[in-house]
């Protein structure tokens, strides 16, 4: 099999090629004849070889008749397929559904997750989730149910194989987000959560006073295929590191968040003794 992209901006260029390759329910070998290629050529591209040049890309999808949205989305990930790092600007507010960072969820061995304001969107209930994307004053009115509805999708990602630790600071669980009844809920919902083997949730409680985490959320992504990465998520932007060793900064937070946080069935104790 042709070596794949080995960076995250490569491999979403992958995919997105091989959908839209796809999407002509055409074979690659048709379509490689259509532009004037051998299959081969075709099949480099979208495992990560290369060999072709941004002129020629935009013939190919225009041969595909790639929609507009994605064919720009393609065009401008072409350049930077070889380069580690990526800070992605999203305009006023985040799109509806992250893309990059929905499509390493699922293909992510493990995820550990360190919010200090808010309950991971693989987490939330459509209740919690809705009044968080009800808050933002960024987010247009007629999107906050389209919002919602991707969040949800987005949990598909526990159902597979990730293994899934999320450091929770008791903060969070005690803020009544959405009212007392919508909070109630998700904490019977994290309570169901943490009862799966794949799942470990863990609790900073209050007074345990500075630790490794004060600095900020963030996902670490780890993989059996790809080198792992961290994303930053903010207001309108976000970033992901690529680089080994800024990577590895981050295990040690974790490490460090470990420390501190209560183990899973104390965690657990404490999410019971929060319902009422």
């Known amino acids: 099999m042709p070596k794949r992209f080995s960076t995250v901006r490569g491999r979403e260029f992958g995919d997105g090629l091989r959908a839209a390759v796809a999407a002509t329910g055409m074979t690659s070998r048709q379509v490689a004849a259509l532009v004037g290629w051998q299959e081969a050529k075709l099949s480099d591209l979208i495992n990560g070889k290369g060999g072709a040049t941004e002129l020629e890309l935009a013939l190919l999808l225009g041969v595909c008749r790639t929609p507009t949205g994605e064919r720009d989305h393609l065009l401008s990930l072409f350049t930077g397929t070889g380069v ?29 997750s360190w919010q200090t304001m808010l309950l991971h969107g693989t987490l939330q ?15 247009p ?17 526990l159902r597979g194989g990730v293994k899934a630790a999320y450091f929770v600071p008791e903060s969070v669980l005690l803020d009544e987000v959405g009212g007392p009844g919508v909070m109630q809920e998700q904490l019977r ?88």
């Open 189 to 276: 919902h994290l309570d169901k959560l943490a009862a799966r083997p794949s799942i470990v949730i863990r609790i900073v409680p209050l007074g345990v006073g500075a630790h490794a985490g004060m600095a900020g959320s963030f996902d670490m992504l780890t993989f059996d295929r790809y080198e792992d990465v961290v994303f930053l998520e903010s207001e309108n932007s976000s970033l992901i590191i690529e680089a080994p060793d800024a990577v590895k900064a981050y295990g040690r937070i974790v490490e460090g968040l470990e420390l501190v946080a209560l183990d899973a069935e104390q965690s657990r104790e404490l999410i019971k003794k929060l319902l009422t």
């Open 84 to 112: 580690k790092g990526w800070w992605q600007e999203h305009g006023a507010c985040a799109p509806i559904s992250p893309r990059t960072l929905v499509e390493h969820e699922r293909l992510a061995k493990k995820l550990f």
């Open 125 to 139: 209930t459509p209740g919690y989730t809705r009044a968080v994307i009800t808050a933002c004053v960024n987010v």
């Open 141 to 157: 009115r007629d999107e906050v149910e389209a919002r919602v509805e991707a969040r949800v999708q987005r949990q598909e990602a």
